[in-house]
């Protein structure tokens, strides 16, 4: 089974911190995921990345930045956190090949920004 | 673009009752299309899919067909129970340069009361 780990289930930080979510996947996926959560919002994509060092603006990428510098690695990075940002993110891969295949989520993380 | 429209909760349901959430799928091909849950507190977890047209994808009792002529991907279930208490996602999935992104549905709220 494809294992998706982020590395924290939930994580506190103040207004102006910069904050590091990591996520890892155990399947040699090339496409990776940034979403958040948010009640009556549904998911909503952050950004993408379809190989290593290459990324791409999803719907809501202001406020974030992300980082992918291995295969299985895929980070996101809150510059200067702020309250807006209290959410859950969820992280995912996919493979490229093979079809339209399903994403593979992790467990999420839920942040609160102070 | 591609644009999921689905079923809006909350439903709610006796144990055993039949269970049926509507999606439908807009698209300018032939999508993958997937059904995915999220339980209290976890990711979502892939429940079950279907690649093409008259594909019927079923797990743990809930089943969907992904009907061509009207795209759409209902998905079904004869008994539910109290453990379906969950949240449900249709979400589809096109070719072409997508990088596998997927497009959501806002999700349905399900609670099973005994």
């Known amino acids: 089974d494809v294992k998706v780990t982020q590395s924290s289930r939930y994580l506190v930080k103040r207004t102006g911190e910069k904050v590091f979510l990591e996520c890892v996947q155990d399947?040699?996926?090339?496409?990776m995921f940034w979403y958040r959560q948010d009640p009556g919002l549904g998911l909503r994509l952050i950004y993408f990345?379809?190989?290593?060092?290459?990324?791409e603006k999803g719907d809501i990428p202001e406020g974030y930045s992300v980082s992918r510098e291995k295969k299985e690695r895929f980070s996101l990075i809150l510059e200067s956190a702020s309250t807006n940002q209290t959410s859950m993110y969820l992280c995912?891969?996919?493979?490229?090949?093979?079809?339209?295949?399903?994403?593979?989520f992790g467990d999420g993380t839920r942040l609160s920004i102070l | 673009g591609d644009s999921v429209t689905q079923m809006e909760g909350p439903v709610t349901l006796s144990e055993e009752a039949f269970l049926t959430i509507n999606c439908t799928y807009t698209?300018?091909?032939?999508?993958?299309l997937f059904w995915y849950v999220q339980y209290p507190g976890e990711g979502l977890q892939l429940l079950l899919k279907?690649?093409?047209?008259?594909d019927k994808g079923s797990n743990k009792g809930f089943e969907a067909t992904y009907r061509k002529e009207t795209t759409s991907f209902h998905l079904e279930k004869g008994s539910v129970q109290v453990s379906d208490s969950a949240v449900y996602f249709c979400?589809?999935?096109?070719?072409?340069?997508?990088?596998?992104?997927?497009?959501f549905g806002q999700g349905t709220i399900l609670t099973v009361h005994p």
């Open positions: 279907a690649t093409k047209a008259d």
């Open positions: 979400a589809g999935v096109s070719g072409g340069t997508s990088y596998g992104k997927l497009t």
């Open positions: 399947m040699d996926h090339e496409n």
């Open positions: 698209a300018t091909g032939y999508p993958s």
């Open positions: 990345s379809y190989d290593v060092k290459m990324k």
């Open positions: 995912a891969s996919s493979p490229s090949t093979g079809g339209n295949q399903p994403q593979h």
